[in-house]
């Protein structure tokens, strides 16, 4: 079966510090993967996609970046961090052929 | 441009009442998919159901069932008597032939002991 995985967990950086998140898929191969932001109290913005090793689309433009250096492999980083980034990071896959996102457990980052 | 709606921000209810959670979408797309999520406190999104733009046949599934409406453009989901591990945030979402998805800003459930 297949599995996602994101860490850490949890985050707590300055403001201005850099920024990698890692989100890996188990049991599965070519998926499509997929970066959200939740702000606090609020819906999901789909942040990055990316369809393929080295394809990344950028959603939002903003201080964040996102690559997949490997096929199950996804990683979003940013250079400065802003206060404005705070906010709970979810990674999602889909399969080839599939439309239902399958979401990993997430990460609470804290910018102060 | 892909839109949904979920109407109710929040929703408090005793347990074993049954609850519903509206859902409206726009779309111009002829084949599109509609999904719920759910976000429990633990914060991980949860799939609970899909939904293809040609099959319009309702759903149940335990306590859970889905009413997809496409004259209304609506997918509603309803929680039959009411537990309080059901307390958490849902999530409509909408996904044309991109593979994004579009999600509705989510209703918090709260069911009281």
């Known amino acids: 079966s297949q599995t996602i995985h994101q860490w850490p967990a949890t985050l707590v950086q300055p403001v201005g510090s850099p920024l990698s998140l890692e989100c890996t898929v188990e049991?599965?191969?070519?998926?499509?993967l997929y970066w959200y932001r939740q702000a606090a109290g609020r819906g999901l913005q789909l942040l990055f996609y990316?369809?393929?090793?080295?394809?990344i689309s950028s959603e939002v433009p903003q201080n964040l970046s996102a690559s997949r250096p490997q096929d199950r492999q996804f990683i979003l980083s940013s250079k400065k961090l802003l206060l404005s980034d705070s906010g709970f990071y979810l990674c999602?896959?889909?399969?080839?052929?599939?439309?239902?996102?399958?979401f990993g457990p997430g990460t609470r980052l804290t910018v102060l | 441009a892909q839109k949904v709606t979920q109407a109710q921000t929040e929703i408090s209810v005793v347990e074993k009442e049954d609850v519903t959670l509206d859902c409206v979408y726009e779309?111009?797309?002829?084949?599109?998919?509609l999904f719920w999520y759910k976000q429990p406190p633990s914060g991980e999104l949860v799939f609970l159901i899909r939904?293809?733009?040609?099959?319009?046949q309702n759903e149940i599934s335990g306590r859970y069932s889905w009413n997809f409406q496409k004259s209304t453009s609506s997918f509603n989901f309803t929680i039959t008597a009411s537990q309080v591990v059901d307390s958490a945030v849902y999530f409509c979402?909408?996904?044309?032939?991109?593979?994004?998805?579009?999600f509705g800003a989510g209703t918090t459930v709260t069911v009281r002991a």
């Open positions: 999602a896959w889909t399969g080839l052929a599939g439309y239902t996102q399958y």
């Open positions: 049991g599965t191969s070519n998926p499509n």
């Open positions: 990316s369809v393929g090793i080295g394809q």
């Open positions: 779309t111009r797309d002829t084949t599109y998919y």
């Open positions: 939904r293809n733009s040609f099959d319009e």
């Open positions: 979402a909408l996904s044309g032939g991109d593979y994004k998805l579009s």
